[in-house]
C-alpha cells in the first residue's frame, strides 16, 4: 500500500528567502549537505539502522528534501526552513497513528 511521504520540517537552521518562498540556487548546495549529515545520522541510529531500505537527498529543488524510505514502506520526507514545525508535529503524529493502526498496533505508545 502506497502512501503520501510523511513531511519532516526543521525550523531555524536555515530559512529560505520569505520574498520568494524557496531557496535560491546558490543556497542549494549547502543545504543538501545539511541534509546528507541530517538523515545520515538519522539512518544511523541503532532503532533505524535496520528499518531503512532507501535514502537520499533531491539536491536541486528548490526546496532540498531528504527522503527516507523505510523496510514498512514509509516515506519520510525531510527539509530545513519554515515555521509549520508545529503543524507538521500534529500531522505526523496523525499519520503515524493511522499506520500503526493499519499495522495491527495500536499506537497508544505515541505521544
Not at 537527498?57 to 515555521?83: E, F, H, K, Q, W
Request: with cysteine.
Amino acid at each position: 500500500m502506497a502512501c503520501d511521504p510523511l513531511p519532516c520540517s526543521s525550523p531555524g537552521i536555515q530559512e529560505p528567502d520569505v520574498t520568494v518562498g524557496f531557496y535560491e540556487p546558490r543556497e542549494r548546495p549547502a543545504i543538501a549537505r545539511i541534509l546528507d549529515r541530517i538523515s545520515s545520522a538519522l539512518c544511523r541510529q541503532k532503532e533505524m539502522r535496520d528499518e531503512v531500505k532507501r535514502q537520499f537527498v533531491i539536491r536541486n529543488a528548490r526546496m532540498p528534501v531528504a527522503r527516507i524510505t523505510l523496510t514498512c514502506g514509509l516515506v519520510i520526507d525531510l527539509s530545513i526552513g519554515g515555521a509549520s514545525g508545529p503543524q507538521v508535529r500534529i500531522y505526523l503524529l496523525r499519520r503515524m497513528r493511522e499506520a500503526w493502526e493499519l499495522g495491527g498496533s495500536k499506537g497508544d505508545d505515541i505521544n
